[in-house]
């Protein structure tokens, strides 16, 4: 069974940082691409990043490049969102998810002060 | 970015009677290997998204066929043959060929 295990969300200030984990089991990590989507309070859903399975190409949606940084360890079959600069409008619950299919419980993040 | 546009935004409907949700993609969503990368999502209250159907009409397992999807290029259509009280929930499609994935607004069901 594929489990996505998120972790490190919380409460930071306007221009903090917050590291989010993400720990994955059930499934060969290293063979997926991996992703993080979020979902603010009350509204839709939003493809923020992804990586290869090697981790030698990234994407980002446009408003979090150059603040976000997602990355990987095979090895420990995690998957990783380092989030910089952080404003209120980052306030979401942030999904770890293996290709659309599988996707974890999420991790809430809250950007105030 | 690609925009999905789905109908309605709320649909009240009946248990046991059928129920049709549209999307629509501001550009086609056929891949230059032929699929189309045309995707459903369920999120019923207070969990997370789960993924119904990929490629616009295949279920992923363990969704029921009462679930059914179909459509081709920008026009695309998910069903559902006979409505159930656990269907309740938001349903939101998403594309995922042209960077960044995009999804739908979300279409509300809810029994009336």
């Known amino acids: 069974e594929v489990q996505l295990v998120e972790s490190g969300g919380g409460l930071v200030q306007p221009g903090g940082s917050l590291r989010l984990s993400c720990v994955a089991s059930?499934?060969?990590?290293?063979?997926?691409?991996m992703s993080w989507v979020r979902q603010a309070p009350g509204k839709g859903l939003e493809w923020v990043a992804n990586i290869k399975k090697d981790g030698s190409e990234e994407n980002y949606v446009d408003s979090v490049k150059g603040r976000f940084t997602i990355s990987r360890d095979n090895a420990k079959n995690s998957l990783y969102l380092q989030m910089n600069s952080l404003r209120a409008e980052d306030t979401a619950m942030y999904f770890c998810?293996?290709?659309?299919?599988?996707w974890g419980q999420g991790t809430l993040v809250t950007v105030s002060s | 970015d690609v925009v999905m546009t789905q109908s309605p935004l709320s649909l009240p409907v009946t248990l046991g009677q059928p129920a049709s949700i549209s999307c629509r993609s501001s550009?086609?969503?056929?891949?230059?290997?032929?699929?189309?990368?045309l995707n459903w999502f369920q999120q019923r209250p207070g969990q997370s998204p789960r993924r119904l159907i990929y490629k616009v009409s295949n279920r992923d397992s363990g969704v029921p066929d009462r679930f059914s999807g179909s459509g081709s290029g920008t026009d695309f259509t998910l069903k559902i043959s006979r409505v159930e009280a656990e269907d309740v929930g938001v349903y939101y499609c998403?594309?995922?060929?042209?960077?960044?994935?995009?999804f739908g607004q979300g279409t509300k069901v809810e029994i009336k």
């Open positions: 550009q086609s969503l056929v891949y230059s290997d032929g699929d189309t990368y």
């Open positions: 059930g499934f060969t990590f290293s063979s997926f691409w």
């Open positions: 998810v293996r290709v659309a299919a599988d």
């Open positions: 998403m594309q995922g060929i042209h960077w960044p994935w995009t």
